[in-house]
Structure formats: C-alpha cells, structure tokens
C-alpha cells in the first residue's frame, strides 16, 4: 500500500546527527562543567536541611528531646513521608568517605 502513512514513517530511521544533535551533545558537556556540581550540592544541601528539620521536629524517636512534642504532633502529617529514609540515615554508621562524596 504506497498510501500507507506507517509504510512511510517504516522507512525513515531516526538519526541522531545533524546540527540538533551536535547542539544537543554540546548542551550536555557544557552543563557538565559547568554546572553539575553545583546541582549536586544543592541538592545535598537542601536533603542536610530537611533531616535537620525532622530531627529537631521529631528528635524525640531517637531520644532527643528538643521541641515539646505537641509542636511535633502539629507537624507529623507532613513529616510521614519521610521518617523512614530520616531514620534510616540518622542511623546509619558513617565514615571519612561520606564527607567527601
């Protein structure tokens, strides 16, 4: 069937070449240099702060009794997603090799 859109779409084969490509290609390494690892930072800084924020909200499970618990209690619905991956690196033992990556 000459009139077969599929039949037509079949024969091209996507290639990735080309101007876009390059472009494409040379976005990614400049981003790379540039600025992967501030990204990287920002995102570990950003995580170090909201387990601060749950440690001094809910301390109180692993014995740190800085905030009465009534704040903690006002505070736990929006905390539930993320007790589990808290305590878990809270607990977790940790090394030289954790500060530098």
């Known amino acids: ?12 084969e996507q290639q990735p070449g080309g101007l876009k490509g390059v472009l ?7 981003y790379g240099m ?9 995102l570990r800084t950003r995580a170090s702060m909201e387990h601060l924020f749950i440690l001094v909200t809910m301390g109180d ?5 800085i905030l009465p618990p009534y ?3 006002r505070l736990l619905p929006y905390a539930v997603p993320q007790i589990a991956t808290w305590k878990r690196r809270m607990l977790r033992e940790k090394d ?5 990556f």
């Open 34 to 42: 540039a600025a992967h690892d501030m990204t990287r930072s920002a």
């Open 1 to 12: 069937m000459p009139d077969d859109p599929k039949g037509k779409e079949q024969g091209k």
């Open 61 to 65: 499970m692993l014995g740190v009794p």
């Open 24 to 30: 494409g290609h040379l976005r990614e390494i400049t």
């Open 96 to 100: 030289l090799t954790d500060a530098i």
């Open 71 to 73: 704040y903690s209690l």
